[in-house]
C-alpha cells in the first residue's frame, strides 16, 4: 500500500473516531435553530431546480434491491468521470442514482422508495462536512421542527456521515489502481471491490 493511500486511510480512520463522538442533541439543537419543515414541494428531486445526483453506496443499493426487487442496473449508474486508463477505458468511484432529468423515482412528486430512500434524501437540505453542519437552499428552510424530529434528523446525519467515512475507507483500502481490463469499459470502484460495466 502506498505511503499517501496510507495516510489517507489514517486521517479517514481520525475523522471516523470523531464522527462517531459528535453530540446528536448539540446537533439536534443546531438543527432546530435553522428550522426545516419539509414542504413536499419535490424540487430536490427534480433537475429544474438544480442538481439533484444523489449518491448510493452498495450496502443503499442492496436495501433497495431487496426492498423492491429492482436490479442495480435498472436504477444506479457509474458516478460520471473522466479519469481513464492507457487503454481508454473509465475508471468511478460509486454509483449514482438513474435520472431522467428528474429522479426516476419521483412521480407525481411523491417518492416510490420512500421508506428505502437513500441517506442523502432523509437528511436533505442538511449534510455535515468536516464534522460541521452544512444547509443547502431548500423552500422548507425556516420551518417550525420540533425537538423529536430534529433529533431524528441529527441521528440520520451522524450514522450518514459514519457511514460516508466507512465508505472511504473500504474503497481504499480495496483500490488496486486504475488496471486496465480491455477498451472502451467503465471501471467502478466501491466498498465491495471493482466492477467492470461493458
Not at 424540487?43 to 429492482?70: A, H, L, W
Amino acid at each position: 500500500m502506498s505511503t499517501q493511500k496510507e495516510t489517507r486511510i489514517t486521517n479517514l480512520k481520525k475523522e471516523l473516531d470523531n464522527a462517531l463522538r459528535i453530540d446528536e442533541k448539540k446537533l439536534a439543537g443546531m438543527i432546530k435553530a435553522t428550522g426545516f419543515k419539509c414542504r413536499k414541494c419535490a424540487q430536490c428531486c427534480m433537475s429544474e431546480f438544480g442538481d439533484n445526483t444523489v449518491n448510493v453506496s452498495p450496502s443503499q443499493i442492496r436495501k433497495i434491491f431487496d426492498r423492491y426487487g429492482i436490479k442495480r442496473e435498472d436504477f444506479v449508474i457509474p458516478t460520471p468521470s473522466d479519469d481513464r486508463d492507457a487503454d481508454g477505458n473509465i475508471h468511478t468511484f460509486e454509483w449514482v442514482l438513474r435520472k431522467n432529468g428528474d429522479c426516476i423515482f419521483l412521480k407525481e412528486k411523491l417518492c416510490e422508495i420512500y421508506e428505502c430512500r437513500p441517506f442523502i434524501c432523509k437528511t436533505y437540505p442538511f449534510y455535515l462536512l468536516d464534522g460541521k453542519l452544512e444547509v443547502c437552499e431548500c423552500m422548507g428552510l425556516g420551518g417550525n421542527i420540533n425537538d423529536r424530529e430534529s433529533l431524528e434528523l441529527a441521528g440520520l446525519l451522524k450514522e450518514r456521515y459514519v457511514q460516508e467515512i466507512k465508505e472511504s475507507i473500504l474503497v481504499l483500502e480495496k483500490f488496486m489502481g486504475f488496471n486496465p481490463g480491455g477498451k472502451g469499459r467503465v471501471c467502478v470502484h466501491d466498498s465491495e471491490g471493482e466492477h467492470w460495466i461493458a
